[in-house]
């Protein structure tokens, strides 16, 4: 079974831009969650997505926002680009909104912003 | 106090010996817990999910919970260099049911 697959998995863009990252969960999974990984910060929760519905939202500038489609597939947004947003980020996908039920994630997708 | 702590590391030892790394977690309702591997410049890859008290093994690897203590650890029996990453631990808020991730600890397994 295919796994989580994340993409792009390299960005470049400079401050002010916007950028859209995609996620495809593991089939099956429809719950999507986003993280955003720094070697300072460690895994921040960003948002979680479930029957195209967000259910739970970390504590992120209005910047970043997200949705799911009917298929599972998610997509981020970050508007309005910042040095501070050069990360790892994310996806994980676990097969319902059950929080005891194990999560898994995708290769990310490393931004850079320059 | 912070949801998930776990000791930063780095965690050192020989090439064979038994790693031991530990979990407390503060939210005295949570029903399952989970160790994630995370080799440096890759994402995390779950390796156990413990959800009772007691040890759960897997391979080479063994989860132990005490719910009464509120900790989890992870134990790895004869180290392998390729066991040199950082392991996260997480356990789900019941409150919001995010899963609330440590700060991870790095192993280094030294041949």
């Known amino acids: 079974k295919a796994g989580v697959t994340q993409t792009p998995r390299y960005l470049i863009k400079t401050r002010g831009q916007q950028v859209t990252l995609s996620c495809s969960p593991i089939s099956g999974h429809r719950s999507v969650s986003w993280y955003q990984q720094t070697p300072g910060q460690g895994l921040q929760f960003l948002f979680e997505y479930f029957s195209e519905t967000q259910r739970n939202k970390g504590n992120f500038p209005g910047r970043f926002s997200g949705r799911q489609f009917s298929n599972s597939r998610s997509e981020m947004n970050v508007s309005t680009l910042e040095l501070g947003d050069s990360a790892l980020y994310l996806c994980?996908?676990?097969?319902?909104?059950?929080?005891?039920?194990?999560?898994?994630f995708g290769d990310g997708t490393r931004l850079s912003i320059l | 106090q912070k949801e998930v702590e776990q000791n930063s590391g780095p965690l050192s030892v020989p090439e064979g010996a038994i790693a031991s790394l530990n979990c407390t977690y503060s939210?005295?309702?949570?029903?399952?817990f989970f160790w994630y591997r995370q080799y440096s410049g890759k994402s995390p890859e779950l390796i156990m999910s413990i959800y009772s008290n007691g040890d759960k093994e897997d391979g080479r690897f063994t989860a132990q919970l005490n719910k009464a203590s509120q900790y989890v650890s992870l134990l790895i029996r004869d180290s392998q260099p390729s066991d040199s990453a950082t392991y996260l631990c997480a356990v789900p808020s019941s409150n919001t049911g995010k899963l609330i991730f440590g700060q991870g600890t790095t192993l280094q397994v030294k041949p």
């Open positions: 939210d005295r309702v949570s029903q399952s």
């Open positions: 994980a996908s676990s097969l319902d909104a059950n929080p005891n039920q194990p999560q898994h």
